[in-house]
């Protein structure tokens, strides 16, 4: 018999560098507890399992690699979807497994839509702003605006996000304004 799954209260999601931390931090502080995926992320990262696999990988196509770091296995996701699928088929399952046994009502889901999460939450929030926006913070992050422009690029569309959310949270606005969205959707949706 499979164990029944409780959907979580709030799912947030977005493209990558719209805020979607900034807006999990505020919530955050008006102590709710969350749980971002990108931070359970790091710790199956550091799994043994995952370790093989980028040390496997690492060994047969790039044995010139000294140190594998979340950069070059970045690049290496955009550059080989293969060696992507395998360490997602690795990192995902195990990401969502702990997700849903977490205890936390709102989770911030960067790839959501793209791993069809939808059926997890009971409200799905999109965190957006303008794409010029969104380019201008990711190449603050990462200081390489080609990588920047293939990372936003690898992602689904945020209109299209927008479209399937129930929720969209504009952080193009000034900083109270999204405070006040913020709290308006947990009024209404938890």
């Known amino acids: 018999m499979s164990k029944i799954i409780k959907p979580k209260k709030i799912g947030i ?10 807006i999990l931090a505020h919530i955050s502080s008006k102590d709710i507890n969350v749980i971002s995926c990108d931070s359970i992320s790091i710790d ?4 043994p399992l995952v370790q093989d696999y980028l040390s496997n990988y ?5 044995p ?25 088929s690795i990192m995902h399952p195990e990401i969502r497994k702990r997700m849903m046994e977490s205890s936390c009502d709102i989770v911030e889901v960067p790839l959501l ?3 069809n999460l939808e059926k997890y939450f009971e409200h799905i929030w999109v965190v957006s702003c ?7 913070r990711l190449v603050n992050r990462i200081h390489d605006e080609k990588i920047a422009r293939e990372l936003i690029k690898s992602q689904l569309p945020i209109e ?6 129930t929720r969209n949270i504009n952080t193009e606005c000034d900083v109270e ?6 709290d308006i959707g947990l009024r209404e949706d938890l």
């Open 130 to 136: 303008s794409p010029e926006t969104q380019l201008k």
């Open 13 to 22: 999601t977005g493209g990558i560098a719209m805020g979607k931390s900034f």
């Open 177 to 182: 304004e999204v405070y006040q969205q913020i």
């Open 64 to 88: 010139e690699t000294s140190e594998i770091n979340r950069k070059i296995v970045r690049d290496w996701m955009l550059l080989d979807n293969r060696f992507k699928q395998g360490l997602e």
């Open 44 to 47: 199956v990262y550091a799994t």
């Open 113 to 115: 839509f793209e791993n």
């Open 58 to 62: 690492a060994h047969k196509y790039h």
């Open 160 to 165: 299209e996000k927008i479209k399937k959310a």
